[in-house]
C-alpha cells in the first residue's frame, strides 16, 4: 500500500518545480495513490540476482572526433529565449542585491 | 473526393516520376483534403501551406530540368509534433511551448526534405507524448476519422488519423509505450516502431530516452516500408544511434513470403481481457499465417505481466528528469517574471502553467520514484525486471521468428470515457510496452473491423532487434491475404467525410 498524502505531493511538487493550487492536492494524491498501488506489483517480481537495465543499447563513452564543428549562433539560440539582454538570456535575479 | 489524395505513396511516387501529375498538384489536394476534413478531424496543429508549396514547386523544376530524383519526392506528409522544424512551430502538444520555433532541423526532418517529401503540417499530440487518446493535447482532442466521437489512440493520434482520413498518405511518429502502433490499430492504418537507435532521435523532443524511438506510419506496408527507408540509419548526432547497415525493409515489404517462418503467439498478451471482437480477428488472422505457410506455436513470456508496471516506473522517472530544462529560461513559456518572484518561483509558476494535468501526474510520480528511500523499491526494481522483460524476449526468438499479439486490448473507445482515470487509461499500453523496454522492432496492422462495433482491430508482430525487415515480410504477406479476402482495401469502409 502505498498511500501518498496531500503533504507529500506539496513536497514532490516543490521538489519538481511545479506550482500545484491548495485546492487540487487531494485529487493528485488520490491519482497517485491508485497508480502507485497498481505498480507496487513489481515488487513480487522474480529479480533477485537479476542485474538492472538502463538502456536497450549497450554503449558507453560515445563520444564524437574532437574537431570543431558547426554550431547555432548566438542570435539562433537565444530566437526563442522568452527574454534576452545584451546578447544573453536574461533571467530573474538568483541573488539578493545585498 | 479528388483521386489523389485516394493513392498509395507508392502509386504517387511513381505517377510524379512519369510526370502524370506534379508535386504541386499533389501537395495542392492534399491541402484541400485538410481544409475539408481537418475541422471535424483535427490532425493538424499547424499546417506549412506556403512551405509545402514551396517545396513542391522546387521538386517539380528540378524534375523538369532531367534530375533523378529520390522514389518518394514530391509526395506528401504529415510531421509529429515533437519533431524540431526550422522556423516551423514544434509545440509537443503543450502550451509551454505555444508558438515556438525551433532554430534548427532534426535529423529526420533533414531526411525527409533530402528525399523531396513535403512536409505538410504538423500533426497533433498527447503532450510531450504522453497519453493514449490526444485527449491530453494542450490544443484539443484529434478525432478519429471511423468515427468522429472516438479518441483516435495516443499519443501519435494526428499522425494516424491524417492519414486514415487521407489528409495525407504518409506520417511520423514517435513511440515510446506504443504511440505508434495502438494509434495505427485504432484508425486502421499501419505503423512502425523501428529498433532502438535505427533512426535518429536528435531533434526529437525526448520524453524518455531508454525508450523513445521515431518511426513510420502509412496506409500500407509498402508506403510504410518506403518511408523507413528514408528516415533510418546511423546518425553521429545521436549518441545511440546504432551502426550498423539497415535491414532492407523495401524488399521485405515487397517479398511477403512466410512460408516455413514460425511465429509464436504471445500468450500472456493475446486475449485474456481483450475485447470480444479483437480476440475474434487476431484468431482469424492466426488462422490465415498458418495457410500462408507458417508455423505459429503459442510461446509464454512469463515476465510481461510486470511490464506494464516497470513502464510507468521507468517513463516517468526518465521524463521527469527529461522535462526539467522546460524552466522559462531559454525557450517557449515565462510566467511570473514580474520583479517580484524568484528565479525558483517563476519556474514554478512557468510550469504550472506550461503543463497539464499528466504531464504533473508523470513528473511527481517519477520525482517520487527518483526519491532517496524510494529509489531501489521502485526505479531499480523496475530496471531489473526490464532485463527479465528483455530475456523474455530472447528466449521467445530463440525458438520462433517473429512474435504476435493483437496490438491493443480494445477499439476505440469514445472521447471522455478514460480521461480522469489515468490507470484505465494506462493499460492500453499493455501490449506495446514490452518491446520499448527490451528495445525491439514492432509493426501494427489491420486485420479487420471489430464485428460488435465496426472499428479497426490491428495486429502487432515483433522482431529481434535490427530485424525489421521481419516486421514487413510478415506484414506484406497477412496484408496481401487480407486484401484479397477484403477486395479493397480497410480504409474504403470508413466514412466519407466529405463536407465533414
Excluded at chain 2, 525551433?102 to 533533414?110: E, Q, R
Excluded at chain 2, 525493409?249 to 509464436?264: E, F, H, P, Q, R
Excluded at chain 2, 512469463?302 to 522559462?328: Q, T, V
Excluded at chain 2, 524510494?374 to 530496471?383: F, I, K, L, R
Aim: charged fraction near 20%.
Amino acid at each position: 500500500m502505498s498511500a501518498i498524502s496531500r503533504d507529500d505531493v506539496s513536497h514532490l511538487a516543490k521538489l519538481a518545480r511545479i506550482e500545484i493550487p491548495e485546492t487540487e492536492l487531494d485529487h493528485y494524491a488520490a491519482q497517485l495513490g491508485a497508480i502507485l498501488d497498481a505498480v507496487d506489483q513489481i515488487a513480487s517480481a522474480p529479480t533477485d540476482g537479476v542485474p538492472a537495465m538502463s538502456h536497450p543499447v549497450p554503449m558507453t563513452n560515445v563520444f564524437r572526433a574532437d574537431v570543431p564543428a558547426e554550431s547555432l549562433s548566438a542570435p539562433e539560440a537565444l530566437s526563442g529565449a522568452p527574454a534576452v539582454e545584451d546578447d544573453r538570456f536574461r533571467v530573474p535575479r538568483i541573488l539578493d542585491e545585498e | 473526393m479528388s483521386d489523389l489524395i485516394r493513392l498509395t505513396a507508392a502509386d504517387l511516387a511513381q505517377k510524379l516520376a512519369a510526370k502524370e501529375v506534379s508535386a504541386v498538384e499533389v501537395t495542392t489536394a492534399h491541402l484541400a483534403r485538410i481544409d475539408q476534413v481537418d475541422t471535424a478531424v483535427h490532425a493538424f496543429l499547424h499546417v506549412d501551406r506556403e512551405g509545402a508549396l514551396a517545396s513542391a514547386k522546387a521538386i517539380d523544376e528540378r524534375r523538369v530540368n532531367g534530375e533523378v530524383l529520390p522514389v518518394l519526392a514530391g509526395v506528401p506528409l504529415g510531421l509529429k509534433d515533437i519533431v524540431a522544424t526550422k522556423g516551423v512551430p514544434t509545440t509537443c502538444g503543450s502550451k509551454i511551448l505555444e508558438g515556438w520555433k525551433p532554430p534548427y532541423d532534426a535529423t529526420v526532418t533533414t531526411k525527409l526534405r533530402e528525399a523531396g517529401i513535403i512536409i505538410l503540417g504538423k500533426t497533433n499530440m498527447d503532450e510531450f507524448a504522453m497519453g493514449s487518446s490526444t485527449e491530453h493535447s494542450a490544443y484539443g482532442t484529434t478525432h478519429n476519422p471511423w468515427d468522429l466521437s472516438r479518441i483516435p489512440g495516443g499519443s501519435g493520434g494526428g499522425s494516424s488519423a491524417c492519414i486514415a482520413a487521407f489528409e495525407a498518405p504518409l506520417a511520423i511518429g514517435t513511440d515510446t509505450g506504443g504511440s505508434i502502433r495502438q494509434p495505427a490499430a485504432v484508425t486502421g492504418t499501419v505503423g512502425v516502431k523501428p529498433t532502438y537507435g535505427g533512426v535518429s532521435r536528435y531533434g526529437i523532443v525526448a520524453l524518455a530516452s531508454s525508450l523513445d524511438q521515431v518511426g513510420p506510419c502509412g496506409r500500407n506496408v509498402l508506403d510504410t516500408a518506403l518511408l523507413h527507408s528514408v528516415i533510418a540509419g546511423y546518425d553521429p548526432m545521436d549518441s545511440t544511434s546504432i551502426n550498423s547497415p539497415v535491414p532492407d525493409v523495401v524488399a521485405a515489404a515487397k517479398l511477403g513470403d512466410i512460408k516455413g517462418m514460425t511465429i509464436g503467439v504471445v500468450k500472456e498478451i493475446s486475449g485474456e481481457g481483450f475485447q470480444t471482437g479483437v480476440k475474434q480477428r487476431f484468431e482469424e488472422a492466426v488462422a490465415l499465417l498458418e495457410s500462408l505457410g507458417a508455423n505459429v506455436v503459442e510461446v509464454s513470456c512469463p515476465n510481461f505481466p510486470y511490464a506494464l508496471a516497470a513502464y510507468y516506473l521507468i517513463l516517468p522517472s526518465e521524463c521527469s528528469s527529461n522535462l526539467a530544462k522546460f524552466d522559462g529560461m531559454r525557450f517557449g513559456l515565462r510566467a511570473g517574471d514580474d520583479g517580484n518572484h524568484s528565479v525558483e518561483q517563476v519556474m514554478s509558476l512557468t510550469r504550472a502553467a506550461g503543463f497539464g494535468a499528466e504531464v504533473t501526474r508523470r513528473i511527481i510520480l517519477g520525482t517520487y520514484a527518483l526519491s532517496a528511500g524510494y529509489y531501489d523499491a521502485y526505479y531499480g526494481q523496475a530496471q531489473k525486471v526490464r532485463t527479465l522483460i528483455a530475456q523474455d524476449f530472447a528466449k521467445a526468438f530463440a525458438q520462433v521468428d517473429v512474435l504476435i499479439s493483437p496490438t491493443a486490448p480494445t477499439t476505440a473507445f469514445k472521447i471522455g470515457e478514460k480521461l480522469d482515470d489515468p490507470l484505465a487509461m494506462y493499460l492500453n499500453d499493455v501490449a506495446t510496452i514490452p518491446l520499448n523496454l527490451a528495445g525491439l522492432p514492432g509493426m501494427s496492422l489491420p486485420i479487420g473491423l471489430a464485428p460488435e462495433d465496426g472499428l479497426p482491430v490491428g495486429l502487432q508482430i515483433m522482431a529481434p532487434a535490427m530485424a525489421d525487415d521481419r516486421l514487413y515480410n510478415v506484414g506484406a504477406a497477412l496484408e496481401r491475404a487480407l486484401l484479397s479476402q477484403w477486395g479493397a482495401p480497410l480504409l474504403s469502409n470508413a466514412p466519407e467525410l466529405a463536407g465533414a
